[in-house]
């Protein structure tokens, strides 16, 4: 019989909805129950495309003697970690503060006042790896409660008061300071060169994670300060994923983390929002380093987003798991989907087979010897082994012939792995991520070289951010959503969801200069603050503080995965304060800036993306617009001049006609007045809303752009 979230529309609470645990969804049901049984609450948190989730649901939830302990002594809750991050944020504190580690699953058991008492993450069923067993942990507390409840509910109730003190959410007084100057940003690069790896790139041993916001930093501080170290740091990095394993160099785009130090051994589980952010750093790493490589990377990524994660109308999806069923098999594996064997490529590809095999490090008897935990015995993880260079000069060929049989040999593998099973498909559309992916794909439609591209990548920005407007903003009462599943729209916005969209919303108007997008922003950012902004210190809480039952109200500044909301909205605020002229917009960066003083380098390797937004109050006032129809003589040229250089504390927009420019009277004067020159295709760079005469000639516009750029001009004293 299906349990009580066979009803709900989260795709991993629907995953356990035919467990024999007695699951509620999380709400007053559950609360209620939990205090008029006088039972604690075992809260189980997840997402649907989390392998270990998986393996804690077939080990435990489906045992029908470990559900029984569960539906006798406790009231039992499942959570969608990525529908709900509010409660997710407040339990996962508890949990790594009790035990120095996070992750999910999340386990954790509640007072019926919804306290935390006792937590962890995945628990095999019995003791085993030197973990407790999920059954001897749930004797050992329901004993617990029964015996001594009394304790219990003083010890829970003190951890959530220190959590409270130390987290800020007891109203202590704020501190402020001065807003950091370029030598945080000196102090930051230097925190990532010690924890550079020299050999392999990114920072640290294994497992190593993709954080696209250190990279980002690394990117334009070294850009404002000429610092050259930053710009290698990171162009290896972002190297080092593209050529190993982590990248899926048949369907493109990028898996979770490498289990490994060298890229070559990927958790295999895609994640948007992991999509949007690497395509943004690999955009910017073309634009620093001239290479066109890596826009071939970011390309190639949006290629997989709008193929495999986008809705019917155009939104994005939010993930692809890491299990599926193996070809003939009956039980689900991690990267079954993704695996080849020396055998399956010669099959496939016949006398092409042998450079493939060069160009992916293929074995015969499969290349696990580069797998940690050596779940891939006799199979083959592609990672790039050989240049094509390489490959050229040991088989014969020339580089060309050896690009043909790649590129042939990728179409036969794309569609023999078309007939394998498919990894689940989480289809919830989250605006958060969608806000991000907006972005990317904006940034992107400005930065390519192929104009047809350029074009597609803008259309599906527009696409997805029509979704998010017509199915999750009611403007009526100014009220953001955070989930669309089909028809369902449900949950508040939280603060990320707000910045974010807005992110995508900024980077969507300075590609096509569509003043309704700017009006839009504007509009959210002003919600925003209503609903989020801590004005005793300039800080942004992650909630609205209306939900009671979230026990914190809290201030998150860490950039993870996800970039933390109060990074995303200070960068908005910079960005819109230059477009809309709007000095208060300015004055809430700075005051939230302040709020980390002039030491925050120091903590670079914690909140990269902010001590990233330094970069755009450090940099000076710069503003670039190209003012003209695309089909406008010069036009094209402008485009691809622009996008070859690296201004990252510019303001660029794409103004493509006069029309569209005085519509922008009410919202950006200093926009209004820009147009063609002479028919052709207008380019002015400004300094503090003062520009040069416009120019049409890309030599011209390629000599201010380069001036702009010089780091001796652009460091404030």
Not at 227 to 255: K, P, S, Y
Request: with cysteine.
């Amino acid at each position: 019989m299906p349990n009580r979230l066979a009803t709900e529309h989260s795709p991993y609470l629907l995953q356990h909805a035919n467990n024999p645990v007695d699951w509620y969804p999380w709400g007053d049901a559950a609360f209620a129950r939990a205090k008029s049984e006088d039972k604690p609450i075992f809260l189980s948190i997840g997402y649907s495309t989390c392998h270990w989730c998986h393996v804690m649901e077939h080990e435990s939830f489906e045992n029908a003697s470990i559900a029984a302990v569960l539906n006798k002594d406790f009231v039992s809750i499942k959570l969608d970690r990525e529908e709900r991050p509010d409660v997710d944020r407040v339990y996962m504190m508890f949990v790594q503060a009790t035990t120095g580690a996070g992750g999910w699953p999340m386990s954790v058991w509640l007072t019926p006042d919804l306290k935390p008492f006792f937590g962890g993450t995945y628990f095999p069923p019995t003791a085993r790896w030197g973990r407790p067993g999920f059954l001897e942990v749930l004797t050992q507390l329901a004993q617990g409660w029964h015996d001594d409840k009394a304790r219990i509910v003083e010890s829970a109730q003190d951890v959530v008061d220190r959590l409270r003190h130390a987290t800020g959410a007891d109203d202590a007084a704020p501190d402020r300071a001065p807003v950091a100057g370029r030598e945080a940003l000196d102090a930051g690069i230097a925190q990532f060169a010690q924890a550079f790896d020299t050999r392999h790139g990114g920072f640290g041993g294994a497992p190593k994670f993709p954080r696209p916001s250190e990279l980002l930093f690394l990117l334009q501080a070294g850009a404002l300060t000429g610092n050259t170290q930053a710009r290698t740091m990171a162009l290896e990095t972002l190297h080092a994923m593209a050529f190993g394993g982590m990248r899926d160099h048949i369907g493109g785009g990028f898996h979770r983390y490498s289990v490994d130090a060298e890229w070559r051994v990927p958790h295999f589980e895609k994640m948007l929002y992991d999509q949007a952010q690497l395509v943004l750093a690999y955009l910017e790493a073309t634009q620093a380093s001239g290479d066109p490589f890596y826009a071939t990377v970011a390309e190639d990524t949006l290629e997989y987003v709008l193929r495999d994660m986008t809705s019917p109308e155009g939104a994005f999806y939010s993930a692809e798991d890491a299990d599926s069923l193996a070809p003939g098999g009956d039980e689900k594996r991690e990267g079954a989907f993704y695996v080849w064997s020396a055998e399956e490529l010669d099959a496939l590809l016949g006398a092409d087979a042998e450079i493939v095999k060069r160009r992916f490090g293929v074995e015969p008897g499969g290349n696990a010897l580069a797998d940690p935990q050596n779940e891939f015995r006799g199979l083959n993880l592609l990672y790039i082994e050989q240049t094509i260079e390489d490959i050229a000069a040991r088989t014969g060929r020339t580089v060309e012939a050896v690009m043909a049989v790649l590129g042939r040999a990728r179409k036969i593998l794309f569609e023999a792995r078309a007939e394998r099973p498919r990894p689940h498909l989480d289809d919830k559309i989250l605006t958060a991520w969608n806000g991000l992916m907006i972005a990317a794909l904006a940034r992107a439609a400005r930065t390519v070289n192929d104009p047809v591209c350029r074009k597609r990548f803008a259309e599906a920005a527009g696409r997805a951010a029509n979704v998010i407007r017509k199915k999750l903003w009611r403007e009526d009462d100014r009220l953001l959503l955070r989930r669309l599943r089909g028809d369902d729209a449900a949950i508040e916005a939280f603060c990320e969801d707000y910045a974010c969209l807005i992110w995508g919303l900024i980077e969507l108007f300075q590609t096509t200069g569509d003043a309704a997008d700017l009006q839009w922003a504007r509009q959210l950012m002003d919600v925003q603050t209503s609903k989020f902004l801590d004005t005793r210190d300039g800080g942004w809480f992650t909630t609205t503080g209306t939900d009671k039952t979230v026990l914190l109200r809290l201030k998150e500044d860490y950039d993870g995965a996800e970039p933390s909301a109060a990074s995303v909205t200070v960068r908005n605020l910079l960005v819109l304060g230059h477009l809309l002229g709007e000095e208060s917009y300015i004055d809430r960066a700075r005051r939230s800036l302040e709020r980390y003083g002039p030491h925050i380098g120091r903590v670079a390797r914690v909140m990269p993306l902010m001590l990233s937004t330094l970069v755009h109050w450090l940099g000076t006032s710069t503003q670039i617009v190209i003012a003209g129809e695309a089909t406008a003589p010069g036009a094209v040229d402008l485009e691809g001049t622009l996008a070859l250089h690296y201004l990252p504390w510019a303001v660029t927009v794409r103004l493509p006609g006069r029309h569209v420019a005085e519509r922008m009277s009410g919202q950006a004067p200093w926009l209004a007045a820009m147009a063609e020159v002479d028919g052709r295709a207008a380019a002015y760079v400004c300094r503090d809303f003062t520009c040069s005469a416009p120019v049409t000639d890309p030599a011209d516009f390629a000599a201010q752009l380069n001036d702009a750029a010089a780091p001796r001009r652009i460091i404030q004293a």
